[in-house]
């Protein structure tokens, strides 16, 4: 699953690489390690304006949920299961004109071993930012109307299975030549080609105050 985030570069570096410009009103970014439980702001880019690059909520709340619904519902909208995501009544309403790009520098996973748990930062190889594929919903919010997302997840990749060992679930990463695919995708046929399973010859893994898995000097990794 995907519930913590690693969020490093600024809003110049995150513009140049997506191609869209901040809303002058967008609050200053959460930087570090975040964590989807207290249901921060993180920089999306929407399926309905591409060209902007805005402060969302993570934790979808559906359009339908009334006030005593969604504190309830966003604990459980972290992440969504492309496997399931269609069936599923908070998500399927997002997928045709409400799908995102999630921005991040990486993100974090433990890996069982024992009765411990190894942290691990997960990023591409390619330095810099990268896309996980996510759905966003507007609802009302008191008075006013808000957004907030959900990330997508996928079974893992041969990397992601040595560390996620549990439940072997990773984020649907987006490479760079689908990204806007993924935002421009009205078909369900379309947009399940894109549900992809992201290769881990392109990712790395840096333990956390631990030491490397053997399996992170093997070829390939």
């Given at each position: 699953m995907c519930y913590y985030t690693h969020q490093q570069s600024d809003k110049k570096t995150l513009e140049r690489r997506f191609k869209a410009k901040f809303k002058e009103e967008e609050v200053g970014l959460s930087l570090g390690k975040v964590s989807g439980f207290q249901h921060p702001n993180l920089p999306i880019q929407?399926?309905?304006?591409?060209?902007?690059i805005q402060s969302i909520s993570w934790g979808l709340i559906p359009g339908w949920?009334?006030?005593?619904?969604?504190?309830?519902?966003?604990?459980?909208?972290?992440?969504?299961?492309?496997?399931?995501?269609?069936?599923?009544?908070?998500?399927?309403?997002?997928?045709?004109?409400?799908?995102?790009?999630?921005?991040?520098?990486?993100?974090?996973?433990?890996?069982?071993?024992?009765?411990?748990?190894?942290?691990?930062?997960?990023?591409?190889?390619?330095?810099?930012?990268?896309?996980?594929?996510?759905?966003?919903?507007?609802?009302?919010?008191?008075?006013?109307?808000?957004?907030?997302?959900?990330?997508?997840?996928?079974?893992?990749?041969?990397?992601?299975?040595?560390i996620h060992n549990t439940k072997k679930r990773m984020p649907l990463i987006l490479p760079p030549d689908k990204e806007q695919a993924w935002l421009q995708a009205q078909?369900?046929?379309?947009?399940?080609?894109?549900?992809?399973?992201?290769?881990?010859?392109?990712?790395?893994?840096n333990p956390q105050h631990s030491k490397p898995l053997d399996l992170f000097t093997l070829d390939g990794f």
């Open positions: 929407t399926q309905a304006k591409p060209e902007w949920a009334d006030a005593d619904q969604a504190e309830f519902l966003r604990k459980k909208t972290l992440n969504a299961r492309s496997e399931e995501v269609w069936e599923k009544p908070s998500f399927a309403p997002s997928l045709l004109k409400q799908k995102c790009l999630v921005l991040v520098d990486g993100f974090y996973e433990w890996q069982q071993r024992g009765k411990d748990k190894l942290e691990y930062l997960i990023q591409l190889k390619t330095p810099g930012p990268f896309a996980l594929a996510g759905i966003y919903s507007i609802y009302r919010k008191g008075d006013a109307w808000a957004a907030s997302f959900s990330i997508l997840t996928t079974a893992a990749n041969a990397l992601m299975e040595e078909e369900e046929e379309e947009i399940k080609a894109l549900m992809q399973v992201y290769p881990a010859e392109g990712m790395q893994a």
